[in-house]
Protein backbone atom coordinates (compact mmCIF):
# COMPACT_ATOMS: atom_id res chain seq x y z
CA UNK A 1 0.00 0.00 0.00
CA UNK A 2 3.02 2.56 0.79
CA UNK A 3 4.17 1.20 -2.91
CA UNK A 4 1.19 2.73 -4.18
CA UNK A 5 1.05 5.50 -2.29
CA UNK A 6 4.05 6.85 -3.26
CA UNK A 7 3.58 5.43 -7.26
CA UNK A 8 0.05 7.65 -7.67
CA UNK A 9 2.24 10.82 -6.17
CA UNK A 10 4.56 10.59 -8.88
CA UNK A 11 4.24 12.39 -11.57
CA UNK A 12 2.91 10.49 -14.81
CA UNK A 13 6.25 10.44 -16.55
CA UNK A 14 7.57 8.66 -13.25
CA UNK A 15 5.55 6.14 -13.56
CA UNK A 16 6.51 2.61 -13.94
CA UNK A 17 6.33 1.32 -17.41
CA UNK A 18 2.55 1.35 -18.56
CA UNK A 19 0.75 -1.74 -19.01
CA UNK A 20 0.76 -0.89 -23.37
CA UNK A 21 4.18 -0.51 -23.76
CA UNK A 22 4.43 -4.17 -21.79
CA UNK A 23 2.30 -5.60 -24.35
CA UNK A 24 3.92 -4.85 -27.67
CA UNK A 25 7.18 -5.97 -25.93
CA UNK A 26 6.07 -9.16 -23.94
CA UNK A 27 6.55 -12.43 -25.51
CA UNK A 28 3.44 -14.60 -25.20
CA UNK A 29 3.00 -18.51 -24.39
CA UNK A 30 0.16 -19.94 -22.93
CA UNK A 31 0.36 -21.17 -19.34
CA UNK A 32 -1.90 -24.48 -18.07
CA UNK A 33 -4.03 -24.68 -14.84
CA UNK A 34 -5.74 -22.14 -12.90
CA UNK A 35 -4.28 -18.55 -12.69
CA UNK A 36 -5.73 -16.04 -10.79
CA UNK A 37 -6.33 -12.33 -10.36
CA UNK A 38 -7.24 -10.43 -8.08
CA UNK A 39 -8.99 -7.61 -8.52
CA UNK A 40 -8.15 -5.39 -6.59
CA UNK A 41 -4.93 -6.24 -4.82
CA UNK A 42 -4.55 -2.43 -3.74
CA UNK A 43 -7.34 -3.13 -1.24
CA UNK A 44 -7.33 -5.46 2.41
CA UNK A 45 -8.81 -8.40 1.13
CA UNK A 46 -7.62 -8.38 -2.29
CA UNK A 47 -3.64 -7.86 -1.03
CA UNK A 48 -4.06 -10.81 1.38
CA UNK A 49 -6.02 -13.25 -1.25
CA UNK A 50 -3.14 -12.33 -3.39
CA UNK A 51 -1.04 -13.50 -0.66
CA UNK A 52 -2.88 -16.49 -0.20
CA UNK A 53 -2.58 -17.23 -3.79
CA UNK A 54 0.90 -17.26 -3.83
CA UNK A 55 0.92 -19.56 -0.67
CA UNK A 56 -1.01 -22.06 -2.19
CA UNK A 57 1.45 -22.57 -5.03
CA UNK A 58 -0.92 -21.09 -7.27
CA UNK A 59 -0.20 -18.80 -10.35
CA UNK A 60 -1.07 -15.31 -9.40
CA UNK A 61 -1.48 -13.51 -12.37
CA UNK A 62 0.64 -10.29 -12.12
CA UNK A 63 -2.32 -7.81 -13.37
CA UNK A 64 -4.88 -5.92 -11.10
CA UNK A 65 -7.94 -3.71 -12.22
CA UNK A 66 -8.24 -0.73 -9.54
CA UNK A 67 -10.60 1.90 -9.68
CA UNK A 68 -8.24 4.65 -10.51
CA UNK A 69 -8.80 5.94 -13.39
CA UNK A 70 -6.36 8.99 -13.62
CA UNK A 71 -3.89 6.80 -16.15
CA UNK A 72 -3.79 3.86 -18.43
CA UNK A 73 -1.65 1.97 -16.32
CA UNK A 74 -0.86 3.42 -12.86
CA UNK A 75 1.69 1.93 -10.78
CA UNK A 76 2.75 -1.61 -9.78
CA UNK A 77 2.99 -2.94 -6.70
CA UNK A 78 4.57 -6.13 -4.65
CA UNK A 79 2.51 -9.01 -3.77
CA UNK A 80 4.67 -11.62 -1.70
CA UNK A 81 7.29 -10.07 -3.94
CA UNK A 82 5.58 -10.47 -7.47
CA UNK A 83 5.62 -7.45 -8.73
CA UNK A 84 1.92 -6.66 -9.83
CA UNK A 85 0.43 -4.19 -12.36
CA UNK A 86 -2.48 -1.88 -11.84
CA UNK A 87 -4.97 -1.71 -14.53
CA UNK A 88 -7.23 1.50 -14.48
CA UNK A 89 -10.11 1.04 -15.73
CA UNK A 90 -10.02 2.50 -19.20
CA UNK A 91 -7.72 -0.12 -19.81
CA UNK A 92 -8.93 -2.73 -18.63
CA UNK A 93 -10.62 -4.54 -21.69
CA UNK A 94 -7.44 -4.52 -23.48
CA UNK A 95 -5.69 -5.81 -20.54
CA UNK A 96 -7.52 -8.48 -20.42
CA UNK A 97 -7.73 -10.01 -24.16
CA UNK A 98 -3.48 -9.74 -23.15
CA UNK A 99 -3.99 -11.35 -19.73
CA UNK A 100 -6.73 -14.54 -21.15
CA UNK A 101 -3.98 -15.12 -24.61
CA UNK A 102 -1.46 -16.07 -21.25
CA UNK A 103 -4.17 -17.41 -18.45
CA UNK A 104 -6.27 -19.19 -20.23
CA UNK A 105 -7.90 -20.61 -17.23
CA UNK A 106 -8.13 -17.78 -15.69
CA UNK A 107 -10.41 -17.33 -12.65
CA UNK A 108 -10.82 -13.51 -11.53
CA UNK A 109 -11.45 -12.64 -7.60
CA UNK A 110 -13.19 -9.66 -7.05
CA UNK A 111 -12.56 -8.03 -3.51
CA UNK A 112 -13.59 -4.24 -4.60
CA UNK A 113 -16.27 -1.76 -3.45
CA UNK A 114 -20.44 -1.90 -3.06
CA UNK A 115 -20.31 1.07 -5.18
CA UNK A 116 -18.60 -0.65 -7.75
CA UNK A 117 -19.07 -4.48 -8.42
CA UNK A 118 -21.88 -5.11 -10.11
CA UNK A 119 -20.66 -2.95 -12.67
CA UNK A 120 -17.66 -5.44 -12.41
CA UNK A 121 -19.67 -8.38 -12.51
CA UNK A 122 -21.32 -7.03 -15.72
CA UNK A 123 -17.51 -6.86 -17.49
CA UNK A 124 -17.00 -10.29 -16.11
CA UNK A 125 -19.94 -11.83 -17.39
CA UNK A 126 -19.79 -9.78 -20.90
CA UNK A 127 -16.21 -11.68 -20.88
CA UNK A 128 -17.17 -14.72 -19.93
CA UNK A 129 -14.78 -14.68 -17.34
CA UNK A 130 -15.39 -17.29 -14.28
CA UNK A 131 -15.36 -14.99 -11.16
CA UNK A 132 -15.20 -15.30 -7.13
CA UNK A 133 -17.32 -12.14 -5.74
CA UNK A 134 -15.94 -11.39 -2.60
CA UNK A 135 -17.09 -7.93 -2.39
CA UNK A 136 -20.44 -7.44 -0.06
CA UNK A 137 -23.68 -4.57 -0.37
CA UNK A 138 -24.44 -3.27 -4.09
CA UNK A 139 -27.52 -4.19 -5.74
CA UNK A 140 -27.67 -8.09 -4.42
CA UNK A 141 -30.53 -9.11 -6.72
CA UNK A 142 -29.03 -7.66 -10.01
CA UNK A 143 -26.08 -9.15 -9.53
CA UNK A 144 -27.53 -12.91 -9.33
CA UNK A 145 -29.98 -12.06 -11.88
CA UNK A 146 -26.65 -10.40 -14.21
CA UNK A 147 -25.23 -13.50 -13.76
CA UNK A 148 -28.06 -16.09 -14.26
CA UNK A 149 -28.98 -14.56 -17.50
CA UNK A 150 -25.34 -14.34 -18.95
CA UNK A 151 -24.81 -18.28 -17.77
CA UNK A 152 -21.32 -17.43 -16.89
CA UNK A 153 -19.59 -19.10 -14.16
CA UNK A 154 -19.49 -17.94 -10.57
CA UNK A 155 -19.34 -17.85 -6.92
CA UNK A 156 -21.07 -14.98 -4.91
CA UNK A 157 -20.73 -15.30 -1.06
CA UNK A 158 -20.78 -12.27 1.58
CA UNK A 159 -18.04 -14.43 3.73
CA UNK A 160 -15.72 -17.11 2.25
CA UNK A 161 -14.05 -18.07 5.73
CA UNK A 162 -14.70 -21.63 6.25
CA UNK A 163 -16.00 -22.13 9.84
CA UNK A 164 -17.85 -18.76 9.48
CA UNK A 165 -19.96 -20.18 6.09
CA UNK A 166 -20.29 -23.52 8.35
CA UNK A 167 -21.97 -21.44 10.89
CA UNK A 168 -24.06 -19.45 8.37
CA UNK A 169 -25.11 -23.26 6.79
CA UNK A 170 -26.08 -24.34 10.27
CA UNK A 171 -28.38 -21.28 10.79
CA UNK A 172 -30.08 -21.85 7.56
CA UNK A 173 -30.40 -25.67 8.61
CA UNK A 174 -32.01 -24.81 12.15
CA UNK A 175 -34.63 -22.32 10.34
CA UNK A 176 -35.33 -25.14 7.68
CA UNK A 177 -35.69 -28.05 10.60
CA UNK A 178 -37.23 -25.81 12.84
CA UNK A 179 -39.27 -22.71 10.97
CA UNK A 180 -40.88 -20.03 13.94
CA UNK A 181 -38.50 -21.82 16.77
CA UNK A 182 -38.10 -18.39 18.03
CA UNK A 183 -41.88 -17.02 17.80
CA UNK A 184 -42.42 -14.16 19.90
CA UNK A 185 -38.88 -13.60 21.15
CA UNK A 186 -36.82 -10.40 19.95
CA UNK A 187 -33.75 -10.20 17.85
CA UNK A 188 -30.91 -7.59 18.53
CA UNK A 189 -27.68 -8.10 15.87
CA UNK A 190 -24.51 -5.87 16.58
CA UNK A 191 -21.78 -5.87 13.66
CA UNK A 192 -18.25 -4.13 14.33
CA UNK A 193 -15.88 -3.58 11.33
CA UNK A 194 -13.25 -1.46 10.86
CA UNK A 195 -14.30 1.91 10.05
CA UNK A 196 -13.53 2.38 6.26
CA UNK A 197 -16.38 -0.16 6.03
CA UNK A 198 -19.40 1.64 4.19
CA UNK A 199 -22.20 -1.25 4.22
CA UNK A 200 -23.86 -3.12 6.30
CA UNK A 201 -22.16 -6.59 7.05
CA UNK A 202 -23.31 -9.19 4.16
CA UNK A 203 -22.94 -12.03 6.72
CA UNK A 204 -25.02 -10.41 9.09
CA UNK A 205 -27.54 -10.18 6.90
CA UNK A 206 -27.60 -13.82 5.89
CA UNK A 207 -27.68 -14.77 9.30
CA UNK A 208 -30.59 -12.70 10.07
CA UNK A 209 -32.39 -13.87 6.86
CA UNK A 210 -32.25 -17.30 8.02
CA UNK A 211 -33.19 -15.34 11.77
CA UNK A 212 -36.54 -14.21 9.72
CA UNK A 213 -37.58 -17.97 9.53
CA UNK A 214 -36.93 -18.97 12.83
CA UNK A 215 -39.68 -16.75 13.78
CA UNK A 216 -38.07 -13.52 14.40
CA UNK A 217 -39.10 -10.77 12.64
CA UNK A 218 -36.28 -8.15 11.88
CA UNK A 219 -34.81 -5.90 9.08
CA UNK A 220 -31.44 -5.49 7.60
CA UNK A 221 -31.65 -1.91 8.35
CA UNK A 222 -32.38 -2.43 12.28
CA UNK A 223 -28.80 -4.43 12.29
CA UNK A 224 -26.50 -2.10 14.79
CA UNK A 225 -23.22 -1.39 12.73
CA UNK A 226 -20.39 -0.58 15.18
CA UNK A 227 -17.39 1.58 13.30
CA UNK A 228 -16.10 3.86 16.17
CA UNK A 229 -12.98 2.37 17.66
CA UNK A 230 -13.52 3.40 20.99
CA UNK A 231 -16.56 1.62 21.28
CA UNK A 232 -14.95 -1.21 19.57
CA UNK A 233 -12.52 -1.68 22.17
CA UNK A 234 -14.77 -1.14 24.97
CA UNK A 235 -17.81 -2.73 24.22
CA UNK A 236 -17.29 -5.01 21.34
CA UNK A 237 -13.86 -6.57 22.94
CA UNK A 238 -11.56 -6.15 20.06
CA UNK A 239 -8.03 -6.35 19.81
CA UNK A 240 -6.38 -2.98 19.40
CA UNK A 241 -4.49 -4.37 16.47
CA UNK A 242 -7.56 -5.37 14.59
CA UNK A 243 -9.22 -2.26 14.75
CA UNK A 244 -8.22 -0.36 12.00
CA UNK A 245 -6.34 -3.36 9.72
CA UNK A 246 -9.41 -5.71 9.77
CA UNK A 247 -12.16 -7.60 11.92
CA UNK A 248 -15.64 -8.99 12.25
CA UNK A 249 -17.19 -9.19 15.67
CA UNK A 250 -20.57 -10.12 15.19
CA UNK A 251 -23.45 -10.98 18.02
CA UNK A 252 -26.87 -12.03 17.75
CA UNK A 253 -28.80 -12.10 20.69
CA UNK A 254 -32.17 -13.59 20.61
CA UNK A 255 -34.46 -13.32 24.10
CA UNK A 256 -37.92 -14.16 25.33
CA UNK A 257 -40.28 -11.39 26.37
CA UNK A 258 -39.90 -11.63 29.75
CA UNK A 259 -36.07 -12.25 29.48
CA UNK A 260 -35.69 -15.49 31.01
CA UNK A 261 -34.52 -17.10 28.46
CA UNK A 262 -31.71 -15.42 26.28
CA UNK A 263 -29.62 -17.36 23.51
CA UNK A 264 -26.24 -15.83 22.26
CA UNK A 265 -24.91 -16.82 18.70
CA UNK A 266 -21.17 -14.73 18.06
CA UNK A 267 -18.79 -15.17 15.62
CA UNK A 268 -15.65 -12.32 16.07
CA UNK A 269 -12.60 -12.45 13.34
CA UNK A 270 -9.43 -10.66 13.24
CA UNK A 271 -7.39 -10.23 10.04
CA UNK A 272 -8.29 -11.42 6.45
CA UNK A 273 -6.67 -14.43 6.07
CA UNK A 274 -9.70 -17.19 6.92
CA UNK A 275 -11.71 -15.43 3.95
CA UNK A 276 -7.88 -15.13 1.62
CA UNK A 277 -7.91 -18.93 2.37
CA UNK A 278 -11.69 -19.60 1.32
CA UNK A 279 -11.40 -17.24 -1.37
CA UNK A 280 -8.49 -19.20 -2.82
CA UNK A 281 -10.48 -22.80 -2.20
CA UNK A 282 -13.74 -20.81 -4.39
CA UNK A 283 -11.40 -20.41 -6.87
CA UNK A 284 -10.09 -23.82 -7.24
CA UNK A 285 -13.81 -24.84 -6.98
CA UNK A 286 -14.72 -22.83 -9.53
CA UNK A 287 -12.27 -23.56 -11.97
CA UNK A 288 -12.99 -27.58 -11.37
CA UNK A 289 -16.84 -26.85 -12.22
CA UNK A 290 -15.33 -24.89 -15.27
CA UNK A 291 -13.45 -27.46 -16.47
CA UNK A 292 -15.63 -29.91 -16.06
CA UNK A 293 -18.21 -27.70 -17.81
CA UNK A 294 -20.86 -28.49 -15.00
CA UNK A 295 -23.94 -27.59 -16.18
CA UNK A 296 -25.04 -25.38 -12.85
CA UNK A 297 -23.42 -22.26 -13.24
CA UNK A 298 -23.60 -19.82 -9.94
CA UNK A 299 -22.22 -21.06 -6.67
CA UNK A 300 -22.19 -19.48 -3.15
CA UNK A 301 -19.64 -21.03 -0.58
CA UNK A 302 -22.27 -23.18 1.21
CA UNK A 303 -21.87 -25.08 -1.89
CA UNK A 304 -18.46 -25.32 -1.53
CA UNK A 305 -18.27 -26.43 1.73
CA UNK A 306 -20.75 -28.85 0.97
CA UNK A 307 -18.55 -30.21 -2.09
CA UNK A 308 -15.85 -30.97 0.59
CA UNK A 309 -14.11 -28.00 -1.55
CA UNK A 310 -12.67 -26.78 1.52
CA UNK A 311 -8.80 -27.35 2.75
N1 LIG B 1 -16.72 -12.31 1.20
C1 LIG B 1 -15.88 -12.19 2.23
O1 LIG B 1 -15.49 -13.18 2.87
C2 LIG B 1 -15.40 -10.84 2.63
C3 LIG B 1 -15.84 -9.75 1.97
N2 LIG B 1 -15.33 -8.53 2.25
C4 LIG B 1 -15.81 -7.45 1.40
O2 LIG B 1 -14.80 -7.14 0.44
C5 LIG B 1 -14.93 -5.79 0.03
C6 LIG B 1 -13.57 -5.12 0.09
O3 LIG B 1 -13.15 -5.02 1.43
P1 LIG B 1 -11.72 -4.41 1.81
O4 LIG B 1 -10.65 -5.10 1.03
O5 LIG B 1 -11.65 -4.41 3.27
O6 LIG B 1 -11.87 -2.92 1.25
P2 LIG B 1 -10.75 -1.88 0.85
O7 LIG B 1 -11.38 -0.53 0.95
O8 LIG B 1 -9.50 -2.14 1.59
O9 LIG B 1 -10.46 -2.20 -0.69
C7 LIG B 1 -11.33 -1.91 -1.73
C8 LIG B 1 -10.51 -1.79 -3.00
O10 LIG B 1 -11.36 -1.67 -4.13
C9 LIG B 1 -10.63 -0.94 -5.11
N3 LIG B 1 -11.54 -0.44 -6.14
C10 LIG B 1 -12.38 0.60 -6.09
N4 LIG B 1 -13.05 0.71 -7.25
C11 LIG B 1 -12.61 -0.28 -8.07
C12 LIG B 1 -12.92 -0.70 -9.40
N5 LIG B 1 -13.81 -0.05 -10.15
N6 LIG B 1 -12.26 -1.78 -9.91
C13 LIG B 1 -11.35 -2.41 -9.18
N7 LIG B 1 -11.01 -2.07 -7.90
C14 LIG B 1 -11.65 -1.02 -7.36
C15 LIG B 1 -9.94 0.13 -4.32
O11 LIG B 1 -8.75 0.45 -4.99
P3 LIG B 1 -8.34 1.93 -5.41
O12 LIG B 1 -8.96 2.89 -4.47
O13 LIG B 1 -6.87 1.86 -5.36
O14 LIG B 1 -8.88 2.05 -6.77
C16 LIG B 1 -9.59 -0.58 -3.01
O15 LIG B 1 -8.28 -1.05 -3.03
C17 LIG B 1 -16.02 -5.19 0.94
O16 LIG B 1 -17.24 -5.22 0.26
C18 LIG B 1 -16.06 -6.15 2.11
O17 LIG B 1 -17.29 -6.18 2.78
C19 LIG B 1 -14.38 -8.35 3.20
C20 LIG B 1 -13.92 -9.40 3.92
C21 LIG B 1 -14.39 -10.74 3.70
O1 LIG C 1 -15.67 -5.88 5.26
C1 LIG C 1 -15.32 -6.80 6.02
O2 LIG C 1 -14.34 -6.72 6.78
C2 LIG C 1 -16.09 -8.02 6.01
N1 LIG C 1 -17.09 -8.12 5.19
C3 LIG C 1 -17.92 -9.25 5.02
C4 LIG C 1 -19.34 -8.89 5.39
O3 LIG C 1 -19.80 -7.82 4.97
O4 LIG C 1 -20.01 -9.68 6.05
C5 LIG C 1 -17.42 -10.46 5.76
C6 LIG C 1 -16.80 -10.15 7.07
O5 LIG C 1 -17.79 -9.68 7.94
C7 LIG C 1 -15.70 -9.13 6.89
Do not use: W
Not at 12 to 29: D, E, H, I, K, N
Not at 36 to 42: A, D, K, P
Not at 212 to 232: F, H, T
Request: proline share 5%; charged share 20%.
Amino acid sequence: MVVQAALRAAPAAARPVTYVRQRRTMVVSALAGPAIMVNSCTGKMGHSTAEAVVRAGITLVPYSFTGQSEAVAVGKMGVSGIPVELVGPEERQAALDHIRSKYPELIVVDYTLPAVLNENATFYCENKLPFVMGTTGGDRDKLLADVAASGNYAVIAPNMGKQIVAFQTMMEMMAERFPGCFSGYTLQVAESHQRTKVDTSGTAKAVVASLNKMGLPYGEDQIEKVRDPAEQASRMRVPESAIDSGHAFHTYTVASPDGSVVLEFKHNVCGREVYAEGTVDACLFLHRQVQAAAEKKLYNMIDVLTAGAMR
